[in-house]
């Protein structure tokens, strides 16, 4: 088992940045491979970004070259770096612990344009 707890969204004017944090507590197997998911109001949930323990990462394609994923091992945290950000990447964000399937409560990033 694996507790998440998401911060960092908030409010940002389009062409901003925001950092989101994922702390990871519990199973160390549970966190090695993990990622980050978005849903916007009156859509399905989907993969923004994942990474695995070695740190490989991988992106949609909607964000890449934007957004940054990565991780702390030593504090079991897990980050995703959003930068240039649009008014589509508006959403609740979640963490993802994917060989557990884990969820996090999400934060809500808002972009104004």
């Known amino acids: 088992q694996v507790q998440l707890v998401e911060s960092g969204g908030g409010l940002v004017q389009a062409g901003g940045s925001l950092r989101l944090s994922c702390a990871a507590s519990?199973?160390?197997?549970?966190?090695?491979?993990m990622g980050w998911y978005r849903q916007a109001p009156g859509k399905e949930r989907e993969l923004v970004a994942t990474?695995?323990?070695?740190?490989?990462?991988s992106y949609a394609d909607s964000v890449k070259g934007r957004f940054t994923i990565s991780r702390d091992n030593a504090k079991n945290t897990v980050y995703l770096q959003m930068n240039s950000l649009k008014s589509e990447d508006t959403a609740v964000y979640y963490c993802?612990?994917?060989?557990?399937?884990?969820w996090g409560q999400g934060t809500q990033v808002t972009v104004s344009s």
């Open positions: 993802h612990a994917r060989i557990c399937g884990f």
């Open positions: 519990g199973d160390i197997i549970c966190m090695s491979a």
């Open positions: 990474i695995t323990g070695r740190g490989s990462t």
